[in-house]
C-alpha cells in the first residue's frame, strides 16, 4: 500500500526557517519525480519546489534562494528546508510523487499525494 506521510510543519515568525519531511512506504522515491506543493486559504494549490526524476530542480519564483528540495534514498524520504520564511509562505503543503524525468509543477500530473502539513508564518 502506497502511503507519504509528511511532518515538520508548525508556527515560526518571519525568517524562521522550518524543514519538512515526506516519508514514503510501498515505493521507492529513486525511481519517482518529487513535488512539494502549498495550498493557501481561498487559492488554488500551486508547485513551489519540483525534483524530476532527472534530478533537475525548479522553484516557484516566489521562493527562489529560500527552499530546497532533496532526496534521502537510503530512508525513502524527500525533504523541503524553508528558510527566510515570510508570511506569504503561510499554508498547507503537500508532497507528491510523479512520473515526469524533469520536474513538472502540474498537479494533475502527480498520483500520490501526502495527507499535508501546515505552515504558518506570523509577522
Known amino acids: 500500500q502506497v502511503r507519504l506521510v509528511e511532518s515538520g510543519g508548525g508556527s515560526v515568525q518571519t525568517g524562521g526557517s522550518l524543514r519538512l519531511a515526506c516519508a514514503a512506504s510501498?515505493?521507492?522515491?529513486?525511481?519517482?519525480?518529487v513535488g512539494w506543493f502549498r495550498q493557501a486559504p481561498g487559492k488554488e494549490r500551486e508547485g513551489v519546489a519540483i525534483m524530476g526524476k532527472d534530478g533537475t530542480k525548479t522553484y516557484a519564483d516566489s521562493v527562489k534562494g529560500r527552499f530546497t528540495v532533496s532526496k534521502a534514498l537510503g530512508l525513502n524520504t524527500v525533504y523541503l528546508e524553508m528558510t527566510s520564511l515570510k508570511p506569504e509562505d503561510t499554508g498547507m503543503y503537500y508532497c507528491?510523487?510523479?512520473?515526469?524525468?524533469?520536474?513538472?509543477?502540474?498537479?494533475?500530473?502527480?498520483?500520490?499525494w501526502g495527507q499535508g502539513t501546515q505552515v504558518t508564518v506570523s509577522s
Open positions: 507528491a510523487a510523479g512520473s515526469r524525468l524533469g520536474p513538472d509543477s502540474l498537479v494533475p500530473d502527480y498520483f500520490y
Open positions: 510501498g515505493f521507492t522515491w529513486s525511481t519517482y519525480s
